[in-house]
């Protein structure tokens, strides 16, 4: 039970991430890697905010949330946006400006590790396991998070006009929608949902520079599993890794160690049997 209850955890904190990665590259076709140091450099405003300026949690969260989106936006329009046609200068571009953020959060506070407060202390006994209130939090708005995506795209102009974006570009500006723009708003969305997640997992796990390492590659291995482009397949595929790496940490010795590899190796497993991911598309009108 601990390990099933863990893994819809990790899995829905996963999805997250993976789900704002993928609409980015949906609308914008762009792989921008910098985005989980913006999920770190969220989690360092929050811990200033919080624990060195004493501001209110919440009031230190949504601040946090805002200035990191802010920086996130200010970074693709000033450095992306203009090189977007060129996939293989964004990739490198995108790794530059996340290795800058790294070495400017360093450089201020160091290596070492930082903690912030919880939002709620405490715990719950759920079917005999003791799960920490943070943890329930941070499952019930990271779920919320998913659904009101899921909502935005189905019901609203501008998610319909992502949507269209993310399946045929030329057709959309001879529509008269404005590709830039709509790239430029699912650019948002897709950060805004990484800052939410990091400031809800912030008081989980420690807060330090190079935390953005991970995630990134937890990203990359779930949204090709589960199919470049589809955000059901990143649904999915989020928490078949998550159980993954729950499993190797509750059965394996040295599981913490390495949890990250054996969640890569499902990935390459899978790839072998269906090389296009689970949910990879043939047609472009496919997608989202």
């Known amino acids: ?107 201020i506070f160091g290596s070492l590790f930082r903690r912030v407060p919880p939002f709620i202390s405490g715990y719950q006994e759920l079917l ?39 399946q045929d570009r030329e057709i959309v500006s001879l529509m008269g929608i404005s590709e830039k723009k709509v790239s430029a708003v699912a650019v948002t969305l897709g950060i805004g949902l990484g800052t939410v997640s990091s400031v809800m997992v912030a008081p989980i796990y420690v807060v330090e520079p190079a935390m953005w390492v991970p995630p990134i590659a937890m990203v990359l291995a779930i949204v090709v599993l589960g199919g470049l482009g589809s955000l059901k397949g990143s649904l999915i595929a989020a928490y078949i890794l998550g159980f993954s790496e729950c499993a190797v940490v509750s059965y394996l010795p040295i599981g913490t160690f390495v949890k990250g590899a054996v969640a890569l190796l499902v990935m390459i497993v899978i790839l072998f049997l269906r090389p296009e991911g689970m949910f990879g598309v043939n047609f472009e009108e496919e997608r989202l």
């Open 1 to 107: 039970m601990q390990f099933i209850i863990s893994g819809i955890l990790v899995g829905t904190a996963y999805a997250v991430l993976a789900i704002g990665f993928c609409l980015i590259w949906g609308a914008a076709r762009i792989v921008y890697l910098t985005y989980t140091a913006f999920y770190m450099l969220t989690a360092y405003f929050f811990y200033v905010l919080c624990t060195l300026i004493g501001l209110n949690i919440f009031l230190a969260a949504l601040l946090s949330i805002i200035i990191s989106t802010l920086i996130g936006i200010a970074t693709y329009r000033l450095c992306i946006e203009r090189i977007r046609g060129h996939e293989t200068i964004v990739i490198l571009v995108s790794i530059a400006l996340a290795f800058f953020f790294e070495e400017g959060i360093r450089s």
């Open 128 to 166: 005999g396991v003791r799960v920490l209130n943070q943890y329930i939090l941070a499952f019930g708005v990271n779920l919320a998070l998913i659904i009101g995506l899921w909502l935005f795209l189905s019901k609203s102009k501008i998610g319909l006009a992502i949507r269209a974006t993310s």
